[in-house]
């Protein structure tokens, strides 16, 4: 048909691709130099399931091996100056030790030591706790359908929001991210999972996963005495899966370098690239001894979509480098969280390195 066969009339203009939302502003905070303020109430370090029923239950062989490989150290954090703390060392690091990461396991074929069902870790107790999923309802906590969880065993981790927000406020929502990224890639490393096996939050899926309301919904949680919970990670378990003792023996001997070494170290070594421009942004000048430094970054103009996908990749590939540095014994690292946007980029994580030990070889990737 020829184009004279259409009478005249104005053209219509294609429609405008819609630009992706960036950040709104409350969110945007994270990047400000705001201060925090004084720090407020955290809540529990683990919420009190037993409240809407759950019950212990034994556990051992590979169930045990992985919660305690993820989660059980010796001693406790230090200050700056010394003083102990009443904050357990654990083998995944946390910001700033606020530790807002929960560990669910959901069963859906019985294996291994433990029946088909919802449990949840209360790593201040080393207890493994079975929901009972009658109570739950009774109550009206439960919001998925009736009936059995999904088939094979998800670890599913969580945060409660204001372990971190009690201490940073408005920086506190990348830290959630941060450590359960850190956590996640803890049992990645521990069961060797394969990435096309892991769950990304939040989401509607994560929450349906673990039967549990949104935490924004907080009357719903807080009417049964509990904290609300940010379910953002979950990872399918191999059929077969164990955790591997090597890296269990590494992960649990891994140790977070004093920052007293780095300042040590700043005096005589020469600084990594970029470790200044680092130093500026953080406010954290021991960065300047770091004898290698990564750092991931992301424009503050990028959609909000693109800073979430930013984060998670940034923290889990320095929590895989950690590890690694930790499992070949050439590289101690320290997580540094805490920057400023500059010149229209946020650092949103930087991982300060320091060689293993007399005789290892630092300039050797981990």
């Known amino acids: 048909m020829f184009s004279t066969d259409h009478p ?76 102990l703390t009443g904050v357990r060392r654990r083998p995944v690091p946390s910001a700033g030790g606020a530790y807002p990461v929960q560990t669910h396991l959901v069963v859906g074929t019985a294996g291994g030591t433990l029946e088909a069902g919802r449990y949840v870790y209360d790593h201040e107790h080393d207890t493994l706790l079975r929901r009972d999923d009658r109570a739950e309802r009774a109550v009206g906590r439960r919001t998925d359908p009736a009936g059995h969880p999904p088939a094979g065993t998800h670890v599913v981790l969580t945060v409660q929001p204001g372990r971190s927000f009690g201490r940073y406020r408005h920086r506190a929502w990348p830290l959630w991210i941060a450590d359960t990224a850190y956590a996640l890639a803890a049992v990645e490393f521990l069961v060797r999972a394969e990435p096309a096996r892991v769950l990304l939050g939040p989401s509607a899926a994560l929450r349906g996963l673990l039967g ?79 004898h290698r430094l ?45 920057f400023t946007a500059t010149r229209g980029r946020w650092t949103v994580h930087a991982l300060a390195m320091l060689p293993g030990g007399p005789g290892a070889d630092g300039e050797a990737a981990p």
């Open 8 to 83: 005249p009339g104005r053209a219509r203009r294609a429609p405008r691709p819609t630009k992706p939302p960036r950040l709104p502003a409350v969110l945007a905070r994270a990047f400000a130099a705001d201060p925090p303020g004084p720090a407020a109430p955290p809540g529990p370090r683990v919420n009190p399931w037993h409240r809407v029923g759950a019950v212990p239950v034994a556990v051992c062989g590979r169930e045990r091996d992985l919660l305690t490989g993820l989660w059980s150290g010796e001693g406790f954090h230090r200050l700056p100056d010394g003083t």
């Open 212 to 290: 549990v309301p949104r935490a924004a919904e907080h009357e719903r949680w807080l009417a049964q005495g509990l904290a609300p919970e940010i379910p953002l990670a979950a990872v399918e378990l191999p059929a077969a899966w164990a955790p591997d003792p090597g890296r269990r023996a590494a992960l649990a001997g891994r140790r977070s370098p004093a920052i007293s070494e780095f300042t040590r170290a700043a005096r005589h070594r020469p600084r990594a690239a970029g470790a200044e421009r680092a130093a500026a942004a953080c406010g954290q000048a021991w960065i300047l001894g770091a």
């Open 294 to 338: 990564e750092t991931w970054s992301v424009a503050t103009a990028a959609p909000a979509a693109a800073v979430a996908g930013v984060l998670w990749r940034a923290h889990r590939a320095a929590a895989a480098l950690c590890y690694a540095g930790a499992a070949s014994g050439r590289w101690r690292c320290r997580p540094v969280s805490g």
